[in-house]
């Protein structure tokens, strides 16, 4: 082959040679970019749901007990109406009572602790409730593993008809972020059926809808007792009914 000739063919195959370098460090550059971008992408994401989960809610801040005192003050009158409302149920006629949500809030900070260690399942605490005339909002927190969170169920009260009480789930969320409404309904259904307590489901403008009987008999007397009225008010749960 012509010197000449070898010359101009390893000139053409440089360039060629050069000109893929160029491409692949080209491609391997967009590749790098684009798998840097899906990286931090995936990460805010991550960083986007912990966010969120970690997210505690403005109501269950302003639930908090400010005293230790004004807490066991408030859980002394909620144990006291409970029994007040316990002794009212054992006699014939009517009766009717009513709980503040500071009174629950102290109850669920004191006593529950104190004298019901066990009324809540593993990895839940600080049970709080916000009452108001378009519903109710019961606060946990909830701790498992790496998951520290508040969940918070929204829903609307009302009996059905006496002795039937009616729980509208609005929503339900772990922190700021919804929480899929059917595992919160098995969850439910399950909890009910450990303890045989039947629950219906129906349906009311596209939420879930739980039917629970209240039917019960006083534990001491054995005397039918009936639940013919709930009325919610800004921080007061009201019942009222009759015992046969």
């Known amino acids: 082959m012509p010197p000449g000739r070898d010359l101009r063919l390893q000139s053409f195959w440089g ?4 000109a893929g370098e160029k491409t692949v460090r080209k491609a391997l550059r967009r590749v ?8 931090a992408g995936g990460l805010l994401g991550v960083l986007g ?3 969120g989960v970690r997210h505690v809610p403005a109501g269950y801040r302003r639930l908090a007990p400010t005293e230790q005192a004004q807490a066991k003050q408030a859980s002394d009158e909620m144990v006291r109406r409970m029994l007040d409302l316990r002794n009212a149920l054992a006699r014939k006629g009517r009766w009717q009572a009513c709980f503040c949500q500071e009174h629950l809030n102290g109850w669920f900070a004191v006593d529950i602790l104190q004298n019901h260690p066990g009324a809540l399942p593993m990895g839940w605490s600080d049970p709080r409730v ?9 606060y946990c927190r909830w701790q498992g593993g790496l998951v520290d969170c508040v969940v918070s169920v929204h829903c609307e009260v009302a009996l059905a008809e006496p002795n039937v009480l009616a729980v509208r789930l609005r929503r339900v969320r772990a922190g700021a972020l919804p929480v899929p409404m059917k ?14 307590i039947r629950v ?21 007397t054995g005397r039918q007792v009936q639940v013919e009225s709930l009325q919610l008010q800004e921080g007061i749960l009201c019942l009222a009914g009759s015992t046969k």
Do not use: Y
């Not at 916000?130 to 019961?138: E, L, S, V, Y």
């Not at 009311?204 to 019960?216: E, M, N, R, T, Y």
């Open 15 to 18: 360039k060629v040679f050069r």
């Open 32 to 39: 790098l970019w684009a798998v840097g971008f899906l990286a």
């Open 49 to 51: 749901l912990w966010l």
């Open 130 to 138: 916000q009452i108001g005339p378009d519903g109710i909002i019961g």
């Open 183 to 196: 595992e919160v309904l098995d969850r439910i259904s399950q909890a009910a059926a450990q303890r045989q």
């Open 200 to 220: 219906q489901w129906r349906q009311a403008g596209g939420d879930p809808v739980a039917l629970v009987p209240l039917d019960f008999r006083h534990p001491e």
